[in-house]
C-alpha cells in the first residue's frame, strides 16, 4: 500500500510505501491512521475498503468503474505512476522480487521518487553508499523467506 503527499510548485510529491497483510477496511484504516494526518484531505477510487476513511477524514472518491478518474483535484493518477514506476522496476530491473524482501524494493524506488527532484542525484547516491555499510550476505540469506512465492510481471 501507498500513501502519497502532493507535491506543489516548489516541492515534488513524496511517497510512503510498504507491504501489507490483506486489502481489508481495518487495515486500510490503520496505515492512514499511522501515515496520514487527521487533518488531510484523502483521495481514492471507490475500492470498498476505504469507505470507511469518511468518519476518520475528508475522503474524496473517484469512481474508475463509472469512466471517472479525475474531478478537479480529485484524482489517484499520482499514486498511480509510483506504481507504474516501481511495476516497470520489477519487470525491468529485477524481473521478480521476493515477499522476503518486499520492503527493500520498496524503499528503493520511494527513495528515488522523492529524490527526484535532486539537482544531482548520482551524487546522493554515493555519498549514502559511502556512509551507509552494506547488507552482509549472511544477513540478507539467513531465515525462511516469508514464503517461496515471488512476485512476478509480465
Given at each position: 500500500?501507498?500513501?502519497m503527499?502532493?507535491?506543489?510548485?516548489?516541492?515534488?510529491?513524496q511517497?510512503?510505501?510498504?507491504p501489507?497483510?490483506?486489502?481489508?477496511?481495518?487495515?486500510?484504516?490503520?496505515?492512514?491512521?499511522d501515515?496520514v494526518?487527521?487533518?488531510?484531505?484523502?483521495?481514492?477510487?471507490?475500492?470498498?475498503?476505504?469507505?470507511?476513511?469518511?468518519f476518520?477524514?475528508?475522503h474524496?472518491i473517484v469512481?474508475?468503474?463509472?469512466?471517472?478518474?479525475?474531478?478537479g483535484?480529485?484524482?489517484?493518477?499520482?499514486?498511480?505512476?509510483?506504481?507504474?514506476?516501481?511495476?516497470?522496476?520489477?519487470?525491468g530491473?529485477?524481473?521478480?522480487?521476493?515477499i522476503?524482501?518486499?520492503?527493500r524494493y520498496?524503499?528503493?524506488r520511494?527513495?528515488s521518487?522523492?529524490n527526484?527532484?535532486?539537482?544531482?542525484?548520482?551524487?546522493?547516491?554515493?555519498?549514502?553508499?559511502?556512509?551507509?555499510?552494506?547488507?552482509?550476505?549472511?544477513?540478507?540469506?539467513?531465515?525462511?523467506?516469508a514464503?517461496?512465492?515471488?512476485?512476478r510481471?509480465?
Amino acid at each position: 500500500m501507498g500513501v502519497m503527499k502532493r507535491g506543489t510548485k516548489t516541492k515534488v510529491s513524496q511517497v510512503k510505501a510498504f507491504p501489507i497483510p490483506d486489502r481489508k477496511g481495518p487495515t486500510m484504516s490503520a496505515v492512514v491512521r499511522d501515515h496520514v494526518s487527521d487533518f488531510a484531505t484523502i483521495y481514492t477510487d471507490e475500492f470498498a475498503s476505504y469507505r470507511p476513511l469518511k468518519f476518520t477524514h475528508d475522503h474524496e472518491i473517484v469512481i474508475h468503474s463509472r469512466g471517472e478518474y479525475v474531478r478537479g483535484d480529485v484524482h489517484t493518477n499520482t499514486i498511480e505512476g509510483f506504481w507504474s514506476l516501481f511495476e516497470r522496476q520489477v519487470i525491468g530491473q529485477h524481473h521478480f522480487v521476493s515477499i522476503k524482501h518486499l520492503q527493500r524494493y520498496l524503499d528503493e524506488r520511494t527513495w528515488s521518487y522523492n529524490n527526484r527532484g535532486e539537482e544531482d542525484l548520482f551524487w546522493l547516491v554515493m555519498v549514502r553508499l559511502a556512509i551507509k555499510a552494506a547488507m552482509p550476505y549472511a544477513k540478507l540469506t539467513e531465515g525462511p523467506s516469508a514464503s517461496p512465492r515471488t512476485i512476478r510481471r509480465s
